[in-house]
C-alpha cells in the first residue's frame, strides 16, 4: 500500500503564506501525478492544484496565481506554497497520489490523513 503523508498546515492570518508538503512512498510501480484537495465544513472536497508526471500543473481558479504546486526530483515529495491566504482557504487539506503500484492491474488514488489550515484574524 501507498503512504501519502502530509505535513505543514496551521493558523494564520489573512495574507499571510504557508507551506504544505506531501510524501507519498511504497511500492509505486508508476506515479501518474500528485495533488492537493480541500474540504472546508459542510462543503464538498475540491480540487486545489495537480502536478502531472510530465510536470504540467492546474490549479483551481479559486486560487490560481496565489498557490504554486512544485516537487522535488523524484517526484514522490510535493509541496503547496500558499501566499495572500484568505478565510475561505480555510480547510482540511489532502494530498493525493495517483499511482500503480507493484502486483496491481490499474492505478488508483491513494489519500493522505489530511492537515488542518485555519486562517482567521
Known amino acids: 500500500q501507498v503512504q501519502v503523508v502530509e505535513s505543514g498546515g496551521g493558523l494564520v492570518q489573512p495574507g499571510e503564506s504557508l507551506r504544505l508538503s506531501c510524501r507519498a512512498s511504497?511500492?509505486?510501480?508508476?506515479?501518474?501525478?500528485m495533488g492537493w484537495y480541500r474540504q472546508a465544513p459542510g462543503k464538498q472536497r475540491e480540487v486545489v492544484a495537480f502536478?502531472?508526471?510530465?510536470?504540467?500543473?492546474k490549479y483551481a481558479d479559486s486560487v490560481d496565481g496565489r498557490f504554486t504546486i512544485s516537487r522535488d526530483a523524484a517526484k514522490t515529495t510535493i509541496w503547496l506554497q500558499m501566499n495572500s491566504l484568505k478565510s475561505e482557504d480555510t480547510a482540511v487539506y489532502f494530498c493525493?497520489?495517483?499511482?500503480?503500484?507493484?502486483?496491481?492491474?490499474?492505478?488508483?488514488?491513494?489519500w493522505g490523513q489530511g492537515t488542518q489550515v485555519t486562517v482567521s484574524p
Open positions: 511504497g511500492p509505486i510501480s508508476n506515479l501518474y501525478g
Open positions: 502536478i502531472a508526471i510530465s510536470g504540467a500543473t
Open positions: 493525493v497520489t495517483h499511482a500503480l503500484i507493484v502486483g496491481a492491474q490499474s492505478p488508483a488514488d491513494y
